[in-house]
């Protein structure tokens, strides 16, 4: 008997639906990760995932992990014990990336916003002049409460003092605009599931010089040999392609075929799509009484994180379960100190339309009548 | 244009080539990684995993990460600065362990074996009284050399010394007889390219109690949240499913449709029919002057090192290329101090068949004519 699954309208915080052309060409017969034509597609994929970084960086390539394993080769490779990091947490990726950096033996700064709310710029600057830090990592679009943060001014802080600078940008890579070396962003990683919609488990990243020059003058080699940029250069950063672990290959084949289709949309008619299809939804969900969390300036189109009606936050686990199984929707508890009080609807990629948003509308006025 | 890849019998160290059926649960359409049905099939793939290992250890489960990434966790969670780490290198994977050991600040003694040839027992044992570790690593199936370590009997002087044992199970998963439980085994990792016949991505492991127990034990945090246990445990050891990071849905349901062939055909009939694979290809190579580089006992059937001739070793990479390109059939390169000297042919999964070597065999002949 065949694997057989329901058919689901993924309204979560990711996975996104996938598109048939992705799925085909992830089921493409395989081939070798050290066959020419697979490194074909690779360079190909490295080059459209440049464009929507916006950086020119060699090293800029889908690692072997989910998104969560890309903040852990950001600081895996720029962090050694003691190194002071300061860390802005609007959520909980941010609290993730400061249990991740103190992992490494980082001396942890942290500052933090309100949840919903975004960084303060000029205390983020604050924190950089007085600790003085070797990275200062914080979250471009925040998954957990749907805060889009604005990133020139705290990067700039950073690089003035000579830090790394490390960026999130799991939820807004090829949903929002994107210009890594215009901002001075040093790292940053994505997933695959959100606003690509691909299948989660590749993290497409990107390492400027500036990273590359940090590890040769580490004093004790990256602790995890998996995601030492300076080995995985060998693999992706030349054209060499020398082994190092085998490639996922499936995986990069669906990345390739979903490059192709937003590169084929074009990014601003994506990026367009993905506020259209917010506003709709927001509109669609006022009467209803749900509100969002986030102010019109700082919110996230993809990630929309709205505030439940009273009379809905004691019975939301159960109505969830509702959409699920009546309706085949899937939409996203809240997280952290949010949860019970807020959901988060997704819409990444190609659910980033009409369609998708009347039919989840349709299914809540239904059960909420 | 849909990507678009040359057809290829893969032979060499993994991948291998994936069933249709294999390839078409991958591509079912997404559901989420907190949905029920996809809990469902983990449990599933779960529970095949343990009958595949030999184990009734909780936590066996598909790492979301690549082989590397499992032999990564397997040192992450019990390696702490300063212990003292026993590992057998039969190659450049052991090798490799005891690399990736002493980035987790491990105190390393190696015990080496010539290229082609098993570690001695005795020596193992000597070294792990002389040195109490707190861990012995070996490697089951050595993927660079094709030698099958005898496992018995270095689990168990690690075990009688109280050190964890950690055993590199890539190549042999589901090709070889394991039995985790009743060897000793403390921590195994594998991969999903090779035997399982799926494609690269995921690293079924398992991890017993005593492995659990040491991370509670431990000083400091494991240093790769990623890879920590004590919190994958939340997902993947217990029912309740609390998100730790994105499972990579899609490739989860190619590894269930993978296990439920392995577990149709038998273990007992896959084991056979690798080695009668493995019987075919060297009796047809060895008129063309292909000797196996290890003696019979020790030799993997699905991973066959085999000494080139001299006439052909001076012309390896051009000949490698030619059965690529002309006949579209890929066979491994040697690797570290045997590169140049050895082929790896690999006979994996759906390729342990006799239509798969006798292709191999005339496109040699025809080459070599």
């Known amino acids: 008997m065949p694997i057989s699954l329901p058919d689901r309208l993924l309204l979560g915080p990711g996975p996104s639906n996938v598109h048939p052309d992705v799925l085909g060409a992830m089921a493409s017969p395989l081939v070798g990760h050290m066959d020419p034509a697979f490194h074909a597609v690779l360079e190909e994929v490295q080059s459209r995932l440049r464009g929507l970084f916006g950086t020119t960086n060699p090293m800029t390539l889908p690692l072997s992990t989910t ?49 919903g709310t975004v960084l303060d710029p000029e205390e983020m600057a604050a924190a950089i002049a007085r600790v003085e830090p070797v990275v200062v990592a914080f979250v471009h679009a925040e998954t957990s409460t749907g805060v889009c943060q604005p990133v020139e001014a705290i990067a700039r802080a950073g690089r003035e003092r000579g830090a790394l600078v490390v960026l999130d940008c799991v939820t807004s890579l090829s949903g929002l605009p994107l210009t890594l070396d215009a901002w001075g962003i040093d790292a940053a990683y994505s997933g695959t599931q959100k606003c690509l919609a691909c299948p989660p488990g590749l993290s497409p990243a990107s390492f400027g010089p500036r990273v590359l020059e940090r590890i040769t003058a580490r004093t004790r080699p990256v602790p995890v040999w998996y995601l030492d940029l300076s080995l995985l250069d060998g693999y992706f950063g030349s054209g060499d392609r020398i082994y190092h672990h085998t490639a996922p290959v499936s995986a990069v084949l669906g990345l390739a075929e979903a490059l192709r289709r937003v590169d084929a949309e074009g990014l601003e008619a994506r990026e367009r799509r993905h506020r259209e299809a917010s506003r709709r939804l927001l509109e669609g969900l006022a009467p209803l009484g749900f509100e969002p969390l986030v102010d019109a300036p700082h919110r996230l189109p993809m990630l929309n994180a709205v505030r439940l009606p009273e009379a809905v936050q004691p019975v939301e686990a159960e109505l969830r379960n509702r959409l699920l199984e009546r309706h085949g929707i899937e939409v996203g508890a809240g997280l952290g100190k949010l949860a019970g009080q807020i959901w988060r609807i997704g819409l990444m990629g190609e659910n980033a339309r009409p369609e998708p948003v009347d039919r989840l509308l349709a299914a809540l006025r239904e059960e909420l009548a």
């Open 67 to 115: 998104g969560s394993g890309g903040m852990e080769a950001c600081f895996a490779n720029t962090v050694e014990p003691g190194d002071r990091v300061v860390v802005g947490i609007q959520g909980v990726f941010g609290e993730r990336m400061a249990e991740v950096a103190r992992r490494y033996g980082a001396d942890v700064t942290r500052v933090e916003s309100e949840p």
